[in-house]
């Protein structure tokens, strides 16, 4: 079985501009969070959705948004890009949102801004 | 506020001896703990969980045991081996929530 797939696998934007980060989550999962990793800093959460509904979200601002589709797949979008948003984006997907199900992490997007 | 710690942010061990890797929780709430593993350039790994309902939970070489009055975590490699280097997470996360908490991960590296 695949595994959660991301793509591009690195980025380099210039600050104003935007970017779309994409995951394929494992066949059949139908949650799909996404995660924030910065160098000397914990993931942290910025949303989740299930069946193409936002369940949770973080404490990010407005700039960042995502959506799902109907085949659980699922994109990240950052706007007007700031320095301090360079980090690993991390997708994850899991059988179903809560119910204890573990995180299935793809290898993540690394967005540079310069 | 961080509600989830680990507080030791690297751990070096020899080869065949145990690793203890620590986390501590604010939140009593949290009824659901995780364990991930994570190399670098790949994304982090299942590793082990425990249900606040438990107080140990055997994988292997692998145990995580939960202190629910301490509100404290710990994850138990024995024998640690090379292989084993890589940062550990631990999460914690809410039964009817899908959003899990993470800390800041720790450091493990296992010398020959």
């Known amino acids: 079985k695949a595994g959660v797939t991301q793509t591009p696998r690195y980025l380099i934007k210039t600050r104003g501009q935007q970017v779309t980060l994409s995951c394929s989550p494992i066949s059949g999962h139908r949650s799909v969070s996404w995660y924030q990793q910065t160098p000397g800093q914990g993931l942290q959460f910025l949303f989740e959705y299930f069946s193409e509904t936002q369940r949770n979200k973080g404490n990010f601002p407005g700039r960042f948004s995502g959506r799902q589709f109907s085949n659980s797949r699922s994109e990240m979008n950052v706007s007007t890009l700031e320095l301090g948003d360079s980090a690993l984006y991390l997708c994850?997907?899991?059988?179903?949102?809560?119910?204890?199900?573990?995180?299935?992490f793809g290898n993540g997007t690394r967005l540079t801004v310069t | 506020d961080q509600q989830v710690k680990q507080n030791s942010p690297s751990l070096s061990v020899q080869e065949g001896r145990i690793s203890i890797l620590n986390c501590d929780y604010t939140n009593s709430m949290f009824d659901y703990f995780l364990w991930y593993k994570k190399y670098p350039a790949e994304g982090p790994t299942f590793l082990i969980s425990?249900?606040?309902?438990?107080d140990k939970n055997e994988d292997g070489r692998f145990t995580v045991f939960l202190n629910k009055s301490a509100k404290h975590l710990s994850l138990h490699i024995v024998p640690s081996q090379p292989g084993d280097s890589a940062v550990y997470f631990c999460a914690a996360s809410f039964t009817n929530a899908g959003k899990s908490t993470f800390g800041d991960g720790t450091t493990l590296t296992v010398k020959p």
């Open positions: 425990i249900s606040s309902i438990k």
């Open positions: 994850a997907s899991s059988l179903e949102t809560g119910y204890n199900s573990p995180l299935h």
